[in-house]
């Protein structure tokens, strides 16, 4: 057995692996499989093209361009989960704040819910502008 797994790191010596962006691609792979179930003929084959693909990276010597192709992922990634953060963050407030923009420059304000109308100043630019909160 560790033979056979001497073996193995001896191949996988300088080649790329896996990384985030391959974890991403199985288990897209893995959806297109159980899609496929159904009786879609051609999801299967989209399903064997990423399995080669996945393949192609773990084994790759190109380690330079597999990595800059899981840091484009990374980004992208970041760019979801920072956006969908947001949104949790303006969901969770929407019970206490009304949230307002600037009619001059666009800057978003946070003004407390139940105060009646009240006169907004922006932060940003100091224009004033009348809103019910």
């Known amino acids: 057995m560790n033979n056979l797994r001497y073996k193995f790191q001896q191949f996988m010596t300088g080649r790329y692996g896996t990384d985030r962006f391959n974890q991403f691609l199985m288990l897209l792979e893995i959806f297109f499989l159980i899609?496929?179930?159904l009786g879609l003929r051609p999801v299967f084959w989209i399903a064997i093209v990423?399995?080669?693909?996945?393949?192609?990276?773990?084994?790759?010597r190109n380690i330079a361009k597999r990595a800059a192709e899981n840091q484009k992922y990374l980004n992208i990634e970041w760019k979801l989960r920072s956006r969908l953060a947001q949104m949790k963050?303006?969901?969770a407030q929407?019970?206490?704040y009304h949230i307002y923009k600037c009619p001059e420059c666009g800057q978003k304000l946070r003004i407390p819910r139940g105060r009646g109308k009240i006169v907004i100043t922006c932060r940003k630019c100091g224009h004033e502008f009348t809103k019910k909160s």
């Open 35 to 37: 899609l496929s179930m």
């Open 50 to 60: 990423l399995m080669i693909y996945i393949y192609f990276r773990m084994f790759s």
């Open 89 to 91: 963050s303006r969901r």
């Open 94 to 96: 929407r019970k206490q």
